[in-house]
Antibody, heavy 120, light 106 residues
Framework: QVQLVQSGAEVRKPGASVKVSCKGS????????LHWVRQTPGQRLEWMGW????????RYSQKFQARVTITRDTSASTTYMELNSLKSEDTAVYYC?????????????WGQGTLVTVSS | EIVLTQSPATLSLSPGERATLSCRAS??????LAWYQQKPGQAPRLLIY???KRATGIPARFSGSGSGTDFTLTISSLEPEDFAVYYC????????FGQGTKVEIK
């Protein structure tokens, strides 16, 4: 079945960077776009950006545009999300999510989430 | 940015009761709206997309309706496993989420 498996929890100091991975299996990696979403401690969901699995084109939310980079390694069926200049407010669970099979651009399935803690 | 406002924040109901959740958009999203369910410690799961279509494997007790700016998720008869947080999402203009409605056991 389609599965997205993310890397483990991370702890960083303010000003540092973090890179989270998301490995896809059970589907043709290059045929689907993949999104990154984060969930704050207050439970709000924020869309960060997405990458086209085929050509690698990316689009980012204006909120994260200056600090986020999404890349992919097709040979490893893995997508990466790197967030720079971390602040305490970036403490959150970060999810990857594939676009759904209907082609409508919805998010299904999701990875299990990666907790990133930013603390001095 | 399109803002989605969900109401109520919390819904206290008993198993077997009907749940009605609302999502209002700050501008029209046509039918580009989805609903997700999230249980503690888990990722969100797609329930409804395009306002009224059930995702694969989703029970018929879940239904969605609406278009434009006002949308409703209805759970016809709550099962114990339905107590969770529900989020709406739009993709008319990028992607944004509502703040969630928690359905809790009364």
């Amino acid at each position: 079945q389609v599965q997205l498996v993310q890397s483990g929890a991370e702890v960083r100091k303010p000003g540092a960077s973090v890179k989270v991975s998301c490995k896809g299996s059970g589907y043709s990696f290059t045929n689907y776009a993949l999104h990154w979403v984060r969930q704050t401690p207050g439970q709000r969901l924020e869309w960060m950006g997405w990458i086209n699995g085929g050509n690698g084109n990316t689009r980012y939310s204006q909120k994260f545009q200056a600090r986020v980079t999404i890349t992919r390694d097709t040979s490893a069926s893995t997508t990466y999300m790197e967030l720079n200049s971390l602040k305490s407010e970036d403490t959150a669970v970060y999810y990857c999510a594939r676009v759904d099979s209907s082609g409508g651009g919805w998010f299904d399935p999701w990875g299990q989430g990666t907790l990133v803690t930013v603390s001095s | 940015e399109i803002v989605l406002t969900q109401s109520p924040a919390t819904l206290s109901l008993s198993p077997g009761e009907r749940a009605t959740l609302s999502c209002r958009a700050s501008q029209s999203v046509n039918s580009y709206l989805a609903w997700y369910q999230q249980k503690p410690g888990q990722a969100p799961r797609l329930l409804i997309y395009d306002a009224s279509k059930r995702a694969t494997g989703i029970p018929a007790r879940f239904s969605g309706s609406g278009s434009g700016t006002d949308f409703t998720l209805t759970i016809s008869s709550l099962e114990p496993e339905d107590f969770a947080v529900y989020y709406c999402q739009q993709r008319r203009n990028w992607w944004t989420f509502g703040q969630g409605t928690k359905v809790e056991i009364k």
